[in-house]
């Protein structure tokens, strides 16, 4: 996501139920003269994400790197790989094989 109009600290980045939620506040202010204009300029915006329904939060990061591209890493459990097999029998109808 291009935020390079943001620093970091006009960043915050939140999980909240299933969503990821970036925001940006950025305001720039005019050095103000006695008996001149003054100028302020702002900036916002709410990005949200719907995550999958089971994600491993102790190993989503965040990186915002030198051309203000953020980038959010959220694994999505149910690609890994089980943790335990369960063998679900199969019936069969009475002749059927034989």
């Known amino acids: 996501m291009d935020v390079s109009q943001y620093s970091k600290d006009d960043l ?6 299933r ?13 103000e003269q006695p008996n001149q204009q003054s100028c302020r ?5 709410v990005k ?9 939060m102790d190993s989503t990061k965040s ?6 591209l953020l980038k959010v890493r959220i694994v999505n459990k149910a690609t890994q790989e089980p943790k ?6 199969l019936d069969l109808p009475c002749g059927y094989g034989n």
């Open 12 to 17: 915050e980045i939140s999980v909240s139920d």
């Open 19 to 31: 969503h990821l939620i970036v925001k940006g506040d950025h305001i720039e202010r005019a050095d």
């Open 41 to 45: 300029v702002e900036h916002h915006f």
């Open 48 to 56: 949200k994400f719907l995550l999958p329904k089971v994600y491993d």
């Open 63 to 68: 990186t915002l790197d030198e051309n203000g």
């Open 84 to 89: 335990f097999v369960y063998h679900v029998p």
